[in-house]
């Protein structure tokens, strides 16, 4: 399979890279600045999501994209719904049929009705990150576009930890422990995107991942 990354030097794009090339599936790697991306047996490409044109050919001939983008290195974060747009609008014109989206925890559900991001204790630093994220859901619930997307959110916590291969899937509901924690490595999180990739299993939706 042939997978395209959009963010693919960030954090968590680069474990979803690392993942994808272990198991041996060909990669597109993409980036504002191609020059930093370092794994061999990628094909690179430099993209500024910002700016006009670039995107259908650095995506062409891909099975899939996943797009692990965010607004927090340049404090502009409405780009991220902006880039829901643009991918919705542009992806199908590349010939490209399936999205993964990597998402946040901030418009799960922890009460019915309730989202994380509305609980007294959200981290202040992150609730920008959320509030973009939630935005760019409600583009693709509202879009007609014929791509077949999929939002994909962690777990309220994220971190670099170990792979060890498991995960549960939820919906819009925050999945939680036996002791109320919310938690995924990225190494797993990455290892539900790529097994999201391969099997195809949900359409136009949103699920969680968490331990």
């Known amino acids: 399979m042939k997978i395209a990354i959009l963010g693919a030097t960030g954090w968590i794009g680069t474990s979803i890279m690392n993942e994808a090339l272990n198991r041996q599936h060909q990669v597109i790697a993409i980036s504002r600045d191609a020059a930093k991306i370092e794994q061999n047996g990628v094909t690179s490409h430099s993209l500024d999501l910002l700016a006009r044109g670039g ?20 404090g502009n974060h409405e780009m991220v ?10 992806l199908p014109q590349a010939g490209i049929k399936r999205l993964l ?38 583009v693709f619930r509202q879009s007609d576009s014929p791509l ?33 924690n919310s938690k995924i490595s990225v190494q ?11 099997k195809a299993g949900h359409h136009h939706t949103r699920i969680g991942v968490a331990y």
């Open 101 to 138: 989206w990597v998402g946040g925890a901030g418009s799960l559900e922890v009460a019915p009705g309730v989202t994380l991001i509305t609980v007294p204790d959200f981290p202040a630093e992150y609730k920008d990150e959320a509030l973009a994220q939630g935005e760019a859901l409600e």
């Open 188 to 198: 797993d999180y990455a290892v539900a995107l790529v097994d999201q990739a391969e």
């Open 55 to 74: 995107l259908i050919e650095a995506v062409a001939g891909a099975d899939v994209v996943i797009a692990a983008i965010g607004g927090r290195a340049k």
């Open 81 to 90: 719904a902006a880039t829901a747009r643009r991918l919705l609008a542009e």
């Open 148 to 180: 077949n997307w999929l939002f994909v959110s962690p777990a309220a916590e994220i971190f670099p930890g170990e792979r060890s291969g498991k995960y549960r899937l939820g919906g819009d509901r925050l999945l939680t422990d036996s002791e109320g």
